[in-house]
């Protein structure tokens, strides 16, 4: 049985897995502090500190986080029954969970999903990487949403802030507070469970939440293979 992730809900474990309350803050100070986005170093995406997915082994990338005094390793889940699928979460310092490095064989890298502070924002990002392929929003609260910036070729997608989602826009100001590093596979393992819009610029976030979806995964429509949770 193929499985693909459900992007956003990914995300949005993660984000669970690091708040300390049930309130909402997307503009995260105490998330990870790295703008390697923009400097490229010490590699440029889809490598992030050295860890490449589809290509650095599970154990040298723990070990690897692990020896960096700035991070310490957290959760490390056992196998689930009948899977060899092995995850790691990491935390800067003391502070909360931000990040998880996932392999679905165990052996190697997948993909790592980082939740950034907000240091960097998207016209910088952009002015590098270009048009994200593919973007869905998602609306966290009255206050809070967010966009899934999918870019195939790299693979990365990137979750950019738009502030007062009924109104709001994504722009060149709007911060950073994430991104998903994967490997070729993942990617499109990834897009048998989505429906996506075509990136249609600069525009009002409902741009990305309302009327026809421009592509539908194999998989979209089939809860069995699909779970929503």
């Not at 700035?70 to 056992?78: L, M, N, Q, S, T």
């Not at 699928?85 to 790592?112: H, I, K, M, Q, Y």
């Not at 910088?124 to 966290?140: H, N, R, S, W």
């Not at 990305?208 to 089939?222: I, L, N, P, T």
Request: some cysteine; proline content about 6%.
């Amino acid at each position: 049985m193929k499985r693909g992730w459900l992007l956003l809900i990914v995300f949005f474990a993660a984000f669970a897995l690091a708040a300390c309350s049930s309130e909402i803050n997307l503009l995260n100070d105490s998330m990870l502090s790295d703008t390697s986005l923009l400097s490229g170093e010490p590699c440029a995406a889809p490598c992030w500190n050295d860890i490449v997915p589809g290509e650095t082994r599970y154990l040298d990338a723990r070990a690897h986080i692990e020896s960096d005094p700035r991070y310490k390793i957290g959760e490390e889940p056992a196998p689930e029954e009948g899977s060899v699928a092995r995850l790691f979460t990491f935390a800067e310092g003391e502070n909360p969970s931000c990040c998880r490095v996932l392999s679905r064989d165990g052996e190697t890298v997948s993909l790592l999903l980082l939740q950034t502070a907000p240091l960097m924002t998207f016209g910088p990002v952009y002015d590098i990487y270009g048009e994200p392929d593919y973007v869905l929003g998602e609306q966290a609260s009255d206050e809070q949403g967010y966009l899934a910036l999918i870019y195939l070729d790299r693979p990365l997608i990137l979750y950019v802030y738009v502030a007062n989602p009924a109104t709001g826009e994504v722009s060149v100001s709007s911060p950073i507070i994430g991104a998903m590093y994967l490997d070729a596979e993942e990617m499109e393992n990834s897009l048998e469970c989505v429906k996506l819009y075509e990136w249609r610029g600069f525009t009002a976030f409902t741009t990305y939440m309302e009327g026809e979806f421009d592509f539908v995964g194999e998989s979209a429509d089939d809860a069995d293979l699909c779970p929503t949770g």
